[in-house]
């Protein structure tokens, strides 16, 4: 994804001269049709995505119940008054916080694995990258009904054999768990996939020189490895936060959100299609995408040049 | 790692066997579980035995006995076909100008496309809900395929830049020496070229709206519209006093061959364009 906008600066020396070189009408042309051929992708994605989130800061300053469609008025600020001294979305805040932190990082660290299986493996690379592909490919909620079943006391085996025939999908920090388990399982691949493309830029010889130097095999994942791969980590990163950040499927389908394990995106689906509130729905959506703003700017300042989106820091 | 003798080579054979077999058991044991629950008849199903005591196909025969199931079914295959198709020819056109064309704006449409990329989707489920409601298309085909093009669209545009930087673009630059237009060259000598890569991206966008749960949950409303991953949470059983688990197990086993065949056929297809469209700068 970062390489778009690599791509695109660093194509500029290319065509340029070129351009120049060309007549004035040939370059009218090129531009014409540059636009024209953009013009359906940014059509629709301005009807689809940025209309929407204008109307929907607009919706958030009313009070809109859809329930009591006659009552809307414009609140000012309010909605965000009301859910920001709500406990239950702190609390959904702080769910989504620790299943985004916990799951990442556990995938970083098996995807990293994996990555090197993948990588390096001399038997049956087809057969390993085939099935983890599988975990990636499959639809989410079948995933999670799988693990739901599996941890259903009496239907599934890993309620006898781990929780001992204990309920855990009821109880709060084991649902918490079981979700996280099953990000994990459904997301290590696509991790171990974007460190893969890493791993692939690493040069063999620098590996070699470095054993030759007589660095340990830990000493040369470090050292060699991992700076070179590290734009390829961070892509990885960012994109697996965000990803985890809006998680839904997962809950919506082992909890429902019940004892207290809704995820932010979970409690906003809650207000506004079951509760139909529309005010209270569209300033939860704007929170979100503010928070997630945060995170990608975070992500952005922290690791600068070598941050997604920017022309530095990769090859 | 150069002088490796020949007991040690078999030693690190066998690690790497292991080590895969380990990575196979991972990724499969779960749906092998929900397959094997699709297969349990009613009295075992409940047994928490991993293979089935007693194997029947009665939980496929009631699923598509019932419109809810079928309906459904044909509601996810039209919508990410038609989605899939229009985003791949969007974001071809684009990916192609991106790629090749210098044009104003073009920051720009790159910019957005990240940021749609990162957006939360969540934040955009309250004022579609209500602008589709409005233009009469909630609960409709269009209703969700519009949205999925929108998020389709940067995961097309990404990857298949990737893939058009790795085309021979000489051969275009004699195409137009030939006389032909940027639109005759992009038309006669790159797309064919590009075609794998097309394909490539529409597996991929295709999973992606095949997958979708939170959209097809929020803007639709019966069975009009209603895709097989919602329809499987709402499955209830065809009395209230009986378990839908057999029914859900045997439409998630359905709803999985389409991914299994990708991987199995396309394996290398996936792989290439998950790692290109992501890091390769």
């Not at chain 1, 340029?16 to 359906?40: I, T, V």
């Not at chain 1, 979700?179 to 460190?195: G, N, Q, R, S, Y």
């Not at chain 1, 703003?293 to 690791?303: E, N, Q, R, S, T």
Request: hydrophobic share 55%; net charge positive; aromatic share 12%.
């Amino acid at each position: 994804m970062s390489h778009a906008l690599t791509t695109e600066t660093k194509e500029k020396p290319g065509p340029s001269p070129k351009a120049k070189a060309a007549l004035s009408e040939g370059k009218k042309a090129e531009r014409r049709l540059g636009l024209l051929l953009c013009a359906p992708a940014i059509l629709v994605m301005a009807a689809v995505a940025g209309w929407p989130i204008i109307y929907s800061v607009w919706l958030s300053l009313q009070r809109f119940d859809l329930k009591f469609p006659d009552r809307v008025e414009f609140v000012g600020l309010d909605n965000y008054v009301t859910v920001l001294s709500n406990s239950y979305w702190w609390n959904a805040m702080w769910i989504t916080i620790v299943i985004t932190v916990v799951s990442v990082l556990i995938e970083l660290v098996l995807g990293m694995a994996l990555a090197l299986i993948m990588h390096r493996t001399l038997v049956g690379r087809g057969i390993v990258r085939t099935s983890s592909l599988i975990p990636y490919g499959i639809v989410t909620v079948v995933a999670a009904f799988s693990w739901r079943y599996a941890w259903t006391p009496g239907t599934g085996y890993l309620a006898e054999i781990v929780a001992g025939g204990e309920p855990v999908l009821t109880e709060k920090i084991p649902a918490v768990m079981v979700v996280i388990l099953a990000e994990i399982w459904k997301t290590t691949p696509f991790m171990a996939l974007l460190l893969m493309a890493g791993l692939a830029l690493v040069p063999d010889d620098l590996l070699k020189a470095a054993a030759m130097d007589g660095a340990n095999a830990w000493q040369r994942f470090i050292k060699v490895m991992v700076p070179v791969m590290k734009p390829a980590i961070l892509v990885a990163l960012l994109f697996r936060t965000l990803d985890a950040f809006r998680i839904f499927d997962n809950l919506f389908v082992l909890t429902g959100g019940s004892q207290g394990t809704s995820s932010v995106s979970m409690i906003t689906y809650n207000n506004l299609i079951k509760g139909l509130n529309l005010g209270i729905g569209s300033t939860m959506s704007v929170l979100i995408f503010i928070a997630v703003a945060i995170i990608a700017f975070i992500f952005i300042k922290l690791f600068g040049t070598a941050a997604p989106g920017s022309d530095n820091g990769r090859r | 790692m150069a002088g490796v003798g020949g007991a040690e080579t078999t030693g690190r054979k066998a690690r790497w066997t292991v080590l895969n077999i380990l990575v196979v058991v991972y990724a499969l044991f779960p749906v092998l579980w929900i397959v094997s629950l699709s297969f349990k008849s009613k009295a075992t199903l409940a047994d928490g035995n991993f293979i089935p005591r007693e194997w029947t196909l009665d939980n496929y025969a009631a699923i598509f006995s019932t419109t809810e199931f079928v309906r459904a079914l044909v509601n996810s295959i039209g919508i990410a076909l038609i989605a899939t198709a229009i985003a791949v020819v969007f974001g071809t056109m684009a990916a192609y100008a991106i790629a090749r064309l210098d044009f104003p704006g073009k920051r720009f449409l790159v910019g957005v496309s990240l940021l749609i990329a990162m957006f939360p989707q969540i934040s955009l489920i309250s004022p579609l809900f209500q602008i589709e409601r409005s233009l009469g298309l909630f609960d409709t085909w269009p209703g969700l395929i519009l949205p999925y093009i929108t998020f389709a669209l940067p995961l097309a545009i990404y990857t298949l830049s990737a893939f058009f930087r790795e085309i021979p673009w000489e051969l275009e630059k004699a195409a137009k020496m030939d006389g032909a237009t940027p639109g005759q060259a992009f038309r006669r000598v790159i797309a064919p070229l590009a075609a794998p890569g097309v394909f490539t991206t529409a597996i991929l966008v295709f999973i992606f709206c095949w997958n979708d749960f939170l959209f097809a949950i929020s803007l639709t409303s019966t069975e009009n519209s209603r895709t097989v991953p919602v329809a499987l949470s709402f499955f209830t059983g065809s009395s209230q006093f009986e378990d839908p688990t057999g029914s859900i197990a045997a439409a998630a086993v359905v709803i999985t061959i389409p991914i299994i065949l990708f991987v199995l056929f396309f394996q290398r297809r996936i792989v290439a364009g998950l790692t290109s469209g992501a890091v390769k700068g």
